[in-house]
Structure formats: structure tokens, C-alpha cells
């Protein structure tokens, strides 16, 4: 099992119901993720994440992958101290 796939199922794995529970949650932040798995794997990990909420929001128009992978960058680079909980919660 590769490291996208890894961190799919752990996103997958639980969903914080209440910002307390985003807050209480043990996960990773995006900026553990960059560090532990590298910029790539932190990168296709978001644009997973991503990709899954444009597609349940999707009202006819959607993103290309050029502006998934602008998207991930731009949430891994401000907004590094986000934990997956976090993520969740607001997706």
C-alpha cells in the first residue's frame, strides 16, 4: 500500500462531528505530513481531499487538476498548522 493511499484511509478513517471533536482529535497537521511523508505525498494527499468536496458540491462546474494542485499548495503552504480533523470538519 503506497503512502497516498495510507493517508486516504486515515483521513477516511474517522470524521469530527463538533469543533470540539476537530479540536480533541489526535491527527496529524499538514505541516507533520509535508515533514514526515515529503511535499509530493502532502500535495496528492490534499488534492484527494479536496477533489472528494468539488466533487460532492459539484452544481455543474468543477476544477481541472492544475487547480487542484494550486489549491492543495496554497492550503500546504498558509495554512500548514491545520490538523486532518480540521480538514474534515470544515469539508
Known amino acids: 500500500m503506497n503512502q497516498q493511499t495510507l493517508l486516504k484511509e486515515y483521513y477516511e478513517a474517522s470524521y469530527p462531528k463538533s469543533i470540539r471533536e476537530a479540536i480533541l482529535a489526535e491527527c496529524k497537521s499538514i505541516v507533520t505530513i509535508r515533514k514526515e511523508l515529503g511535499e509530493t505525498v ?3 494527499f490534499l488534492v484527494v481531499v479536496i477533489g472528494d468536496c468539488v466533487k460532492f458540491f459539484s ?6 487538476d492544475s487547480q ?3 489549491t492543495a499548495k496554497l492550503i500546504m503552504n498558509e495554512f500548514y498548522f491545520l ?8 469539508f
Open 68 to 70: 487542484l494542485v494550486e
Open 83 to 90: 490538523k486532518v480533523s480540521d480538514l474534515q470538519l470544515f
Open 59 to 64: 452544481v455543474g462546474k468543477s476544477m481541472n
Open 42 to 44: 502532502c500535495i496528492a
